[in-house]
C-alpha cells in the first residue's frame, strides 16, 4: 500500500466521515521480512525481482538537523557528506571507488540526504555477484557506525559545503526560504536549518561533529532496508552479523520530540525582489499531524484524503480553462516534515491583474470550502481511484523495487503498515461507497479556516505599486466567508462510444521477422508499417507508439509559430464531436492514453493500455488522427496568456544570459527567436492549426507505428488492420525547409556581471558541426567523455580544490536537420575562483588527451557502469520502444546493436576517447567560454563597480 507521503498530498489523520471500521490491525505483507536487533536497530528485507540482478539499499536514520546544538548547527549535513570520505573499511573516498568499480553511478546509484528530523544514505547496485552484497552490507554498516571523521578530510569538505551554500542562495531561495520559515512558525526547526549556520562549518571543533555522530547515529534510531532480487536469508544473517554489534547510545536517554504550533491568526509576509520572475500568493494553514495506518480503523480518513486531493486537483484543472483572472492555482493537502499537516493552496497571479486575480482565487477556494464537491467530480474520481487500485491487485505485473523502498520509508519514519494491493484494493472497494459530497463538505466545513492562515507574497519590484497592502490581503480573506458565493456547476453530456461506425479496415501486404530484437515488421496497405516485439516485462501492458520524419522544421517560417501551438491547442479540444470533459469522462477508468506530438524534426504518437482496453487504444488513434478538432475558446485562451505573459513576465538576467548563449551556438533566426506579443498576434492564426496538423498527421505513408507488450501478433492483427491501416497514406510531405546555419569555429568570451545571486554561473561548451561516423557510436563515445570529465572534474574542482558544489556535464548529437554534435560543462562559485577552475579544468582536459593511461581506472568503471544500465534498460518496454524509434529515424539498422553492445563498449580504449576529445574540443570546433557574474561584480577586484 503506497501510504508513502514525502512529497504527496496527504490530509488529516482524523475521521473524515461516520464509519463502524474495525480496529483490526492490517496484515503486513507477507513477502516483506521486517524484524528487530537486540540494539534496536529495525530491518526490512523485501525479494523483488524488478529489475533482476539488483537491490535498492537504505540507511534510514530518525535523526537530522534537528537534534544539533548550537555549536553544531550544519553539522548533521556535513556529517553526510563526511560518509563518503572515509569509514574502517573503505578509507578516504574508498567507497565512492568501490562502487563505481562495480558500475554504480556517483549521485544516480550512491547518494543520500539531510533533512530536519531524517537522514538517508542511498545505493542501488548490481546484486548477482555475492561479494558485492556483502561489500555493500559492509558499506551500510560502516556508515551507521564506523566513520573514519578524518581531520584532513573534514578540512577539506568546509569548502565544498560552502560552495553548497553559496549555490543556493539568491532571491529565489530567499522567497522559498520565506515559504519555509513560515511554516515552521518558530519552531526549534526554523533553528535548524539543515545547510547551517556558516560561521559554525567554517570553524567548528572536530570533536563537534563527532559528538553528533556518537549521539544520534545510533542502532535504536536506525533502519537497515534491502529491496532488489536477492537471498533473503543471506541478507538476514548479515544484517545480524555487521549491525547487531553496532552499540545504542540512546538506551537510557530519551529521544527528545520537537513539534511546529498551529497558526493562532492570519499574517502576510511580503518578498519583493528585482531578480523575481512572477508573482504568486501561497496561503498557508497548518494542522495536526497524521496518523499513522495500522489498522483498518485508521484507513477510511487516508482514503477520503487521497480522493480530496484527487478532488481538489480535478476542480483547479477544471477552472483553469474558464479564462481565470489569473495564471494558475493550486490547492492540497500535505504532509510536511511528518511533523505537521499543511492546507495549502496557491495562486500565480498575473501583474495587470494582482487585486482581481487574488479575489477570484479567493472565490473559487472558499467555493470549495464552503460547498464541497458535486456527485459528477466525486463520482469521477472515486472511479478513475478505484480501477487503478483494481489494476495493480489484480496485474501480474512486478513492482518495481525503488517503489517497494518507498513504502518502507513509510513504515519506518512514519508507522504506515505496508500492505499488498489486494489487500488495499479490498478496502477501497469496503469504504469508498461512504465517500459523498455531504462528508466531504462537513470535513472542509471543520477544516478550513482563513482567521488562522499566513499568506506569503512574492513578487519582482516593477510591480511593487501594483501589489495589494498586508491589511488589503488579510480583508479579502477575512470577508470572503460572508461574500454571496453560487455552489459549483457542471454538466457532463457522456459519450456512448468513441467512434459512431467503424473504419473500412486496411491489411498486411508483407511480413518480415527481425530475429536480433525478436520482432516483425508488418507493411501496411497505406504505406505504413508496425514493428510489432511481444514481451512479457510490463504485465498486461502494451504500448502504441509511433513516428515519421516531419514536424515543425518542415513548415514554412510563417507557419511556424502556429504549429508550436498546434498540437497543445488541438489536444486540449477534444475529438471529433466530444469535448475536452466528455472525452475525459468517457476514457474514466479506462487505461487507454493517446497523445500527438509535433516535434521539431519529427512528429509522432504515444499511448498505452492493457489488454482489456486494447482495442480503447486503437479507437483513440484513431479518432485523435482523424478528426481533430479546436475549441476556440481553448485556442482564444492560450493565445491571450501567451500574450499576457511576455508582457507581464519579469525576465530575469539569468535568463537572458541564457537566451544570448544560444544565439551565440546557433544564430538567431524564426525557430529560437523570442517569440513576442507582436509575433503572437500576427503569427498565431486559427485557420492555421488543423491543416498544420493534417499536415504533419494527414496521411500515414512512411510513418513507422512501434507496438510493445504483452500480448501476441495474433491478438493485435485485427487491431493493426482495423484502425492502423484504415488510415488514408497520402504523400506526407517531409522535406525540411529550416536549414541550421553553421557556426563560424572560433573562441567566444561571453562574460556579463548582472548575475542575481552573488554566484558566477560557469558554462563551456564545446560545438561541432559534424558527427564522426554513426550517430549511435557518436553518442556513446559522448557519454563516456561525459561521464569522464565529470569524475575528473569532481575530484580536482570539488574534492581537491573545495570551491565547487558539483559539476554538470552534458554531451549529445543530432543529424537533423543537419549535424551537430556539442559537449558543455558547467558550474557555480565565488566569483573571484572562476579563472582558477576554469584554468584547472583545460588542464585536465589536456592531461586526458595528451596521457589516456591517466584514466584507464575511471575508463573502466564508466564502461562497467554503461553495461550495467544496458542490462536494466533492456528489461523496459520503454527502452525498446524508442531504441525501435531511434534506429529507424537514424537509418542505422544494425538491429545486433544491443545484443553486441557490451563487445561495443568493451572495445572502445582510452586512446579512442583521448582521440575523440582532442577532436571535438580543440579541432574544428566552436569553443564559448560563459560567464555570469554578480551584478556589479569586477574582474580586477573592485567589487564597488
Known amino acids: 500500500m503506497k501510504f508513502y507521503i514525502k512529497h504527496i498530498l496527504l490530509g488529516l489523520a482524523i475521521f473524515l466521515f461516520s464509519t463502524s471500521a474495525s480496529g483490526q490491525k492490517l496484515k503486513q505483507n507477507p513477502t516483506l521480512i521486517k524484524g528487530r536487533l537486540d540494539n534496536g536497530l529495525t530491518y526490512y528485507i523485501y525479494p523483488n525481482q524488478m529489475p533482476k540482478g539488483e537491490a535498492v539499499y537504505r540507511l534510514f536514520i530518525k535523526s537530522g538537523s534537528i537534534f544539533e546544538e548550537d555549536s553544531q548547527k550544519g553539522l548533521a549535513h556535513f556529517l553526510e557528506h563526511m560518509a563518503f570520505n572515509g569509514t574502517a573499511h573503505f578509507p578516504d573516498d574508498g567507497i565512492v571507488r568501490f562502487l563505481e568499480s562495480k558500475g554504480a553511478k556517483f549521485g544516480k546509484d550512491l547518494n543520500a540526504h539531510t533533512s530536519f528530523n531524517e537522514t538517508v544514505y542511498k545505493l542501488q547496485l548490481p546484486s548477482s555477484d555475492p561479494l558485492v552484497v556483502d561489500s555493500t552490507m559492509t558499506i551500510l554498516s560502516d556508515w551507521a557506525g564506523r566513520l573514519s571523521l578524518d581531520s584532513l578530510q573534514i578540512e577539506r569538505e568546509r569548502g565544498v559545503i560552502m560552495s553548497e551554500w553559496l549555490s543556493k542562495t539568491g532571491p529565489k531561495q530567499d522567497a522559498q526560504n520565506a515559504l519555509l520559515y513560515e511554516l515552521l512558525n518558530k ?116 482514503l477520503e484524503r487521497v480522493i480530496l486531493n484527487r478532488l481538489f486537483n480535478e476542480r483547479m484543472t477544471s477552472l483553469s480553462f474558464n479564462n481565470p483572472s489569473y495564471k494558475k492555482a493550486s490547492i492540497g493537502i500535505l504532509s ?203 504485465k498486461d501492458k502494451i504500448t502504441l507508439s509511433g513516428f515519421r520524419k516531419g514536424g515543425l522544421y518542415t513548415l514554412d517560417s510563417l507557419d511556424f509559430v502556429s504549429g508550436l501551438y498546434a498540437k497543445n491547442v488541438i489536444g486540449l479540444s477534444g475529438a471529433g464531436d466530444m469535448s475536452r470533459d466528455e472525452l475525459a469522462h468517457y476514457l474514466t477508468g479506462n487505461t487507454a492514453k493517446m497523445l500527438f506530438l509535433i516535434d521539431n524534426s519529427r512528429v509522432g504518437v504515444g499511448g498505452s493500455s492493457n489488454n482489456e482496453n486494447l482495442e480503447t487504444q486503437f479507437q483513440l488513434l484513431f479518432l485523435k488522427w482523424m478528426y481533430p478538432r479546436i475549441d476556440t475558446t481553448i485556442y482564444e485562451q492560450i493565445k491571450k496568456n501567451a500574450i499576457e505573459s511576455y508582457r507581464t513576465t519579469n525576465k530575469v538576467e539569468s535568463e537572458k544570459f ?31 492549426l488543423i491543416p498544420i496538423y493534417n499536415h504533419s498527421f494527414g496521411g500515414a505513408k512512411d510513418f513507422t507505428f512501434v507496438v510493445i507488450g504483452d500480448c501476441d501478433l495474433e491478438t493485435v492483427t485485427p487491431y493493426i488492420t482495423q484502425y492502423l491501416a ?51 557510436l557518436e553518442n556513446l563515445r559522448n557519454d563516456i567523455l561525459k561521464a ?113 553492445y557490451n ?40 567589487k564597488s563597480k
Open 726 to 776: 484504415a488510415l488514408p497514406g497520402g504523400e506526407p510531405s517531409t522535406s525540411y525547409q529550416y536549414k541550421r546555419s553553421a557556426r563560424e569555429n572560433q573562441d567566444v568570451v561571453f562574460e556579463r556581471n548582472d548575475g542575481e545571486s552573488p554566484r558566477a554561473i560557469v558554462n563551456l561548451v564545446f560545438q561541432q558541426n559534424r558527427i564522426d561516423g554513426s550517430s549511435r
Open 788 to 900: 569522464l570529465i565529470r569524475t575528473k572534474l569532481l575530484k580536482s574542482l570539488r574534492e581537491e580544490m573545495g570551491m565547487v558544489y558539483s559539476v554538470s556535464v552534458s554531451a549529445g548529437s543530432a543529424i537533423a536537420p543537419e549535424p551537430l554534435s556539442r559537449q558543455t560543462i558547467g558550474f557555480t562559485t565565488a566569483p573571484e575562483n572562476v579563472e582558477k577552475l576554469l584554468d584547472r579544468t583545460f588542464k585536465e582536459i589536456e592531461m586526458m588527451i595528451n596521457n589516456p593511461e591517466s584514466f584507464e581506472s575511471e575508463l573502466a568503471d564508466i564502461k562497467m557502469n554503461l553495461i550495467k544500465e544496458m542490462s536494466l534498460n533492456i528489461q523496459k518496454s520503454s527502452f525498446w520502444s524508442s531504441f525501435i524509434r531511434n534506429t529507424i529515424f537514424n537509418n542505422e539498422t544494425d538491429w545486433n546493436y544491443v545484443s553486441n
Open 658 to 688: 541564457y537566451k544570448d548563449l544560444s544565439y551565440i551556438l546557433q544564430g538567431k533566426d524564426y525557430t529560437n527567436r523570442e517569440v513576442n506579443d507582436t509575433i503572437l498576434e500576427k503569427e498565431l492564426k486559427l485557420e492555421c
Open 336 to 538: 510536511f516534515l511528518n511533523t505537521k499537516s499543511i492546507l495549502l493552496t496557491s495562486v500565480e497571479l498575473t501583474p495587470t491583474k494582482i487585486d482581481e486575480g487574488i479575489n477570484t482565487f479567493a472565490r473559487e477556494i472558499e467555493q470549495i470550502y464552503r460547498y464541497g464537491f458535486i456527485p459528477l467530480e466525486i463520482e469521477k474520481v472515486k472511479k478513475s481511484y478505484l480501477a487503478s487500485l483494481k489494476r495493480n491487485a489484480e496485474s501480474e505485473r512486478p513492482v518495481p523495487s525503488i517503489n517497494l523502498m518507498n513504502e518502507i520509508y513509510s513504515d519506518f519514519y512514519v508507522g504506515n503498515k505496508v500492505v499488498t494491493q489486494e489487500e488495499e484494493y479490498n478496502l477501497a472497494k469496503k469504504y469508498i461507497s461512504k465517500i459523498d459530497s455531504t462528508s466531504l463538505a462537513k470535513y472542509l466545513h471543520k477544516t478550513a479556516d482563513w482567521s488562522k492562515t499566513h499568506f506569503i507574497l512574492s513578487a519582482f519590484d516593477k510591480v511593487a505599486k501594483e501589489l495589494p497592502s498586508d491589511d488589503n490581503i488579510k480583508s479579502v480573506f477575512s470577508k470572503i466567508s460572508k461574500e454571496n458565493i453560487v455552489p459549483y456547476q457542471k454538466t457532463v453530456n457522456v459519450p456512448d462510444q468513441l467512434l459512431k461506425s467503424l473504419p473500412k479496415p486496411g491489411s498486411i501486404v508483407d511480413k518480415q521477422y527481425i530475429k536480433e530484437i525478436n520482432a516483425h515488421i508488418l507493411s501496411l496497405s497505406n504505406g505504413a508499417k508496425v514493428v510489432f516485439k511481444s514481451t512479457d516485462i510490463d
Open 187 to 302: 519552531s526549534r526547526f526554523s533553528d535548524r536549518i539543515v545547510i547551517g549556520d556558516t560561521a559554525v562549518i567554517q570553524n567548528f571543533p572536530h570533536l563537534d561533529i563527532k559528538n553528533y555522530y556518537k549521539q544520534w547515529y545510533t542502532p535504536s534510531l536506525m533502519a537497515i532496508a534491502v529491496v532488489g532480487d536477492i537471498n533473503p536469508t543471506e541478507i538476514e544473517r548479515m544484517i545480524k552479523e555487521k549491525f547487531g554489534e553496532l552499540r545504542t547510545a540512546q538506551k537510557k536517554k530519551k529521544v527528545p520530540t520537537y513539534t511546529i504550533d498551529n497558526y493562532k491568526d492570519m499574517a502576510v509576509k511580503s518578498v519583493i525582489h528585482e531578480s523575481l520572475d512572477k508573482v504568486e500568493l501561497v496561503a498557508v494553514q497548518l494542522l495536526p499531524t497524521l496518523l499513522p495506518v495500522q489498522s483498518e480503523k485508521e484507513y477510511p480518513a487516508y
Open 903 to 942: 563487445d561495443i563498449v568493451n572495445s572502445i580504449t582510452a586512446k579512442d576517447i583521448a582521440s575523440f576529445a582532442e577532436n571535438k574540443m580543440y579541432k574544428d570546433r566552436l569553443m564559448v567560454k560563459a560567464v555570469l557574474y554578480p551584478k556589479g561584480y569586477d574582474k580586477t577586484g573592485d
